[in-house]
Nanobody, 124 residues
Framework: QVQLVESGGGLVQAGGSLRLSCAASGRTFSNYVMAWFRQAPGKEREFVAGISRTGITTDYSDAVKGRFTISRDNAKNTVYLQMNHLKPEDTAAYYC?????????????????WGQGTQVTVSS
């Protein structure tokens, strides 16, 4: 049974940085595409960034492109999200998710495993 545990969220001022981590267990981590999603109050959960099994291919939403960087360490079974130049509109609960396909995708319905989420709050 897979388990995904996020950490690294918190309160930060606009323009600041945070690094989220998601530790995975229960499956061969390198066999899975990983992604980060976020959900603000009253809004749908949205794709933020995705990374291929090897880490070579990445994808970002337009809202975060150029500010956020997704990476993974398959030896540590961990995926990261480095968030720079944070804005108040980045405030949300951030979730990591795991997908068993072979390409990076954005459809949240295709992701079968999710973490419990970590809150990121950006003050203006």
């Amino acid at each position: 049974q897979v388990q995904l545990v996020e950490s690294g969220g918190g309160l930060v001022q606009a323009g600041g940085s945070l690094r989220l981590s998601c530790a995975a267990s229960g499956r061969t981590f390198s066999n899975y595409v990983m992604a980060w999603f976020r959900q603000a109050p009253g809004k749908e959960r949205e794709f933020v960034a995705g990374i291929s099994r090897t880490g070579i291919t990445t994808d970002y939403s337009d809202a975060v492109k150029g500010r956020f960087t997704i990476s993974r360490d398959n030896a540590k079974n961990t995926v990261y999200l480095q968030m720079n130049h944070l804005k108040p509109e980045d405030t949300a609960a951030y979730y990591c998710a795991q997908y068993g396909g072979s390409v990076v995708i954005r459809d949240r319905n295709a992701f079968g495993s999710w973490g419990q989420g970590t809150q990121v709050t950006v003050s203006s």
